[in-house]
Structure formats: C-alpha cells, structure tokens
C-alpha cells in the first residue's frame, strides 16, 4: 500500500517538509561514506531554511498545549484506556519541556558557525563543495567515519527538540481521522467538505493499481482526480476505471 498526504494549510505543509527532511537525514547520517555524510549536512541547511520562521516554535507548543488539554478531558471517558491516555500525556510534557528549554532561534548555533556557513554557502553552488573550493571540508570528509558522526550529531543535537515535537504533533494529527472506503468513478472523486476546516488528508491505494491521486482541496469541496505512469516518458495519463482507495480526514 502506498499512502499520499496532502496538507489543507501552509503550517501542515511546512511540518511535512521538516519530516521529510528529517527522515533523510537519519537514513544518511547513519551511512559511514564520506559523500553520504555530505547529504547528512546539506539536509541540516535545508532544515534550517525550511525552519526559519521565528514562530515555528511557539505555535508547535502552543498546538502541544492544545493537544495536552484536550487530551485531558478525556479522563472522564469510559470507553479511554487510563494508561494508554497517561503514557501520550507524559510524552506531551517530555516534548513540550525539552523544545522549551532549546534556547535562541532555531539553527542560531550553526548560523553562528563561521565554518558550517562558509560549506552552506558553497553547496547551494552546483558543484560548489569541490576540494579546490573547500579545502578545509575536503580535509574533514577524511576523517574517520565515527568522528564525522560525533561532529554532525553535536551540529544537529540543538534541533532534536523541535524534530521530536513535529513528529508527536503529525503522529497526533494523523490518529485523529477515520479512514473510508471509496471507490473513485471512471477515476474521479469528489466530495463536499460543508466549511469543515481539516489539516490533512491522508489517501491509501493498492500500488498494483498504478494509480497516482492528483488533489486539490478547499473548505468547501475535495477533489482527487487518478492519473497512470506511462511507460518510456512516464507522462501521467488519465485513469478511465474505478479506483478503489481508503480516504481519511484528519482535523486536530
């Protein structure tokens, strides 16, 4: 199965990004080869540009705050497993402490990095991180691969905070919806969302179908319209069958 989302705003869109990042960073930094190391620390400057707005922070602890009140008033509710209910509190206060305590803007510890500022400066070059360009970066690709991850861990150990607090809210926002069966006529599905605000829809299919869902969405109305990849050029074409996939909303 294959599982597409799509963000209904500009902040799910931004927190998607990050862990997308994110999750690309943990498959490179755990490589040992020296160019594999170099995507590690190219994703931290991608990171930090897709991170730099100065309300990132505040408004994920103001949405844990949310989460953790409205979790709370489920205490009084038969059909809620006390300690399933007490373990995800606990985890909200874990999180929300340690993004608290992170101090300064976020990335501030490498912008201050005259080093680290002048590789960032010469990766968004094609080709820019050459051994005649940085000679100094070219050195340190040769050190031993363990030190090369103590070094990416320590540059990257200020941002934990904030990577686990996006991963406890999508995870959050992801439980949240209730997944449907649908079957998509002649390839086409739409369905009128009546103002109810979402923040993300989340869309299963059978990878056997080689269907690809195009959406566009609104507060009103959803549409999610089935494409194929064709062979050779791989351009998209329109799906003419019934497409049978599971849709969920998901609304905090």
Request: glycine share 4%.
């Given at each position: 199965?294959?599982?597409?989302?799509?963000?209904?705003?500009?902040?799910?869109?931004?927190?998607?990004?990050?862990?997308?990042?994110?999750?690309?960073?943990?498959?490179?930094?755990?490589?040992?080869?020296?160019?594999?190391?170099?995507?590690?620390?190219?994703?931290?400057?991608?990171?930090?540009?897709?991170?730099?707005?100065?309300?990132?922070?505040?408004?994920?602890?103001?949405?844990?705050?949310?989460?953790?009140?409205?979790?709370?008033?489920?205490?009084?509710?038969?059909?809620?497993?006390?300690?399933?209910?007490?373990?995800?509190?606990?985890?909200?206060?874990?999180?929300?402490?340690?993004?608290?305590?992170?101090?300064?803007?976020?990335?501030?510890?490498?912008?201050?990095?005259?080093?680290?500022?002048?590789?960032?400066?010469?990766?968004?070059?094609?080709?820019?991180?050459?051994?005649?360009?940085?000679?100094?970066?070219?050195?340190?690709?040769?050190?031993?691969p363990e030190s090369r991850l103590e070094d990416i861990a320590?540059?990257?150990?200020?941002?934990?905070?904030?990577?686990?607090?996006?991963?406890?809210?999508?995870?959050?926002?992801?439980?949240?919806?209730?997944a449907a069966q649908i079957v998509a006529q002649a390839g086409?599905?739409?369905?009128?969302?009546?103002?109810?605000?979402?923040?993300?829809?989340?869309?299963?299919?059978?990878?056997?179908?080689?269907?690809?869902?195009?959406?566009?969405?609104?507060?009103?109305?959803?549409?999610?319209?089935?494409?194929?990849?064709?062979?050779?050029?791989?351009?998209?074409?329109?799906?003419?069958?019934?497409?049978?996939?599971?849709?969920?909303?998901?609304?905090?």
């Amino acid at each position: 199965m294959i599982v597409y989302e799509y963000p209904f705003n500009e902040r799910i869109r931004t927190l998607l990004r990050l862990e997308d990042l994110y999750e690309k960073f943990l498959f490179f930094v755990q490589q040992s080869h020296p160019l594999q190391h170099q995507v590690a620390l190219s994703t931290i400057f991608e990171m930090l540009e897709v991170a730099g707005r100065a309300d990132l922070k505040s408004d994920l602890l103001q949405e844990l705050e949310r989460q953790k009140q409205m979790l709370m008033s489920f205490r009084s509710n038969p059909n809620v497993q006390p300690e399933r209910l007490d373990a995800v509190l606990q985890e909200v206060d874990r999180v929300s402490s340690a993004l608290v305590a992170s101090q300064g803007k976020t990335g501030q510890h490498i912008r201050e990095n005259e080093w680290l500022m002048s590789i960032r400066g010469r990766t968004i070059i094609p080709g820019g991180a050459c051994e005649f360009d940085l000679p100094s970066y070219f050195a340190w690709q040769h050190h031993s691969p363990e030190s090369r991850l103590e070094d990416i861990a320590t540059w990257f150990g200020p941002l934990e905070p904030l990577f686990n607090a996006i991963s406890l809210v999508l995870r959050l926002l992801r439980e949240s919806g209730r997944a449907a069966q649908i079957v998509a006529q002649a390839g086409a599905y739409q369905q009128m969302l009546q103002g109810k605000v979402y923040q993300m829809l989340r869309l299963t299919i059978d990878e056997r179908l080689n269907a690809i869902p195009e959406i566009s969405a609104n507060k009103y109305m959803l549409w999610i319209r089935f494409t194929s990849q064709q062979a050779g050029d791989m351009k998209p074409k329109t799906s003419e069958g019934d497409v049978p996939f599971e849709l969920t909303l998901c609304n905090f």
